[in-house]
């Protein structure tokens, strides 16, 4: 494409990152041109690996973007189906609730805007949610709703099969070593040095590196337009618990007021409340942690009565937030591509396959209203 250097056939590629923006690169890109993968950790280790990762088109506020995640949704179900439906894939639906009046006319309306659009949503009476849901209770006069497509991964495991696919398909991945700059000649970028001193060559290198992004390009004189995570009350930091063993409590994905639940990867649950994570940034006390961790359970077992699981782990999750909430994918440099969104579970594999289409040449109007650099045009 325009500005990678990059042409049809073989090309050596590096990708640093391999959470499941990365992991999903290297599995398309292998299957055509050489490719290595750095990742400092384990691929899915990072934000992959903690975040509550709900699969959903769920915001009608943003028609084009909505058919973009919708399109996404596609892409994983086609994915899942060449893994022969796995186990770190849950389709499971989507269940929530409102309480309060002005909640429920919000949620009304999202339904209704939604079902215009096209997307599965209804309303569902407490019958219904009994029978999707037999173990969580909602307030009598709640209004519910539920989104039959959309579902969540384990995105650990998700990330470790798309790599090894990756490598099976002759990839390189590199782990345990950290990318700390990007190498030039010129205006161009050339690869990576790693943290132990080795260069990294590349005819093109693509950062999926996350919330780490900003730092690796920086060191090439290149901005990228993310939230930072260190600053007192950033949106990025949020915390994640799991819990003890709780086979069969949930079905699938349950948003009620004040607490996001849905099945581990374990056999317990992933709990995550949106209030809960004003004022956890990366300076956090561990008793601020556990205060956050014992509130979760404690709104949990309102949600879920019969619980008896408890906190079994808090992870802090820090998602890489564009400052204006939409996707930084394409070329920045000579050589340097950017693939770097929130909400990078829902739309992983499908950013995997227009930038495969980008990189062998053939521009992807899907991307253009998320190139990098729209912030200073």
């Given at each position: 494409m325009p500005g990678t250097g990059c042409h049809s056939g073989?090309?050596?590629?590096?990708?640093?990152?391999?959470g499941i923006v990365g992991a999903a690169l290297a599995d398309r890109l292998a299957r055509q041109d050489e490719v290595?993968?750095?990742?400092?950790?384990?691929?899915?280790?990072?934000?992959?690996?903690?975040?509550?990762?709900?699969?959903?088109?769920?915001d009608p506020e943003d028609p084009s973007y909505h058919r973009f995640r919708t399109e996404a949704m596609s892409t994983w179900r086609r994915l899942a189906a060449e893994f022969g439906d796995p186990a770190w894939y849950r389709p499971s639906g989507h269940t929530t609730w409102a309480a309060a009046d002005d909640a429920k006319t919000r949620l009304a309306d999202r339904v209704a805007r939604l079902a215009r659009l096209g997307y599965a949503a209804e309303p569902i009476d407490p019958g219904r949610l009994r029978e999707l849901e037999p173990h969580v209770q909602a307030p009598p006069d709640a209004l519910i709703a539920h989104y039959p497509d959309e579902g969540f991964v384990h995105g650990g495991p998700a990330a470790r099969a798309l790599a090894e696919r990756a490598r099976e398909s002759?990839?390189?991945?590199?782990?345990?070593?950290?990318?700390?700059?990007?190498?030039?000649?010129?205006?161009?970028?050339?690869?990576v040095r790693l943290d132990d001193g080795r260069d990294l060559d590349a005819d093109l290198t693509i950062c999926a590196a996350g919330r780490d992004s900003p730092a690796l390009l920086e060191t090439a004189g290149v901005a990228l337009p993310l939230v930072d995570p260190s600053e007192p009350g950033s949106a990025a930091p949020c915390l994640v618990a799991t819990t003890s063993a709780a086979p069969g409590v949930v079905n699938g994905l349950v948003h009620a007021p004040g607490l996001s639940v849905r099945p581990a990867e374990g056999g317990g649950l992933v709990l995550e409340a949106v209030d809960l994570d004003a004022g956890v940034d990366e300076s956090a006390s561990p008793a601020l942690i556990q205060e956050v961790g014992t509130e979760l359970l404690a709104r949990a077992r309102v949600v879920m009565p019969g619980l008896t699981a408890e906190v079994a782990e808090m992870r802090r999750c820090v998602r890489p937030l564009p400052v204006d909430g939409y996707p930084l994918i394409g070329s920045q440099r000579p050589g340097l591509y950017t693939a770097v969104t929130h909400s990078g579970i829902t739309l992983g594999p499908h950013l995997a396959v227009l930038i495969d289409q980008e990189v062998h040449g053939h521009a992807s109007p899907a991307l253009d209203a998320y190139r990098p650099d729209r912030a200073g045009s």
């Open positions: 073989d090309v050596r590629i590096l990708v640093v990152g391999a290595t993968v750095v990742e400092a950790e384990g691929p899915g280790a990072g934000t992959s690996g903690t975040s509550y990762a709900w699969i959903n088109a769920n002759g990839a390189a991945v590199v782990t345990g070593h950290r990318a700390v700059r990007l190498t030039t000649e010129g205006d161009r970028v050339t690869g």
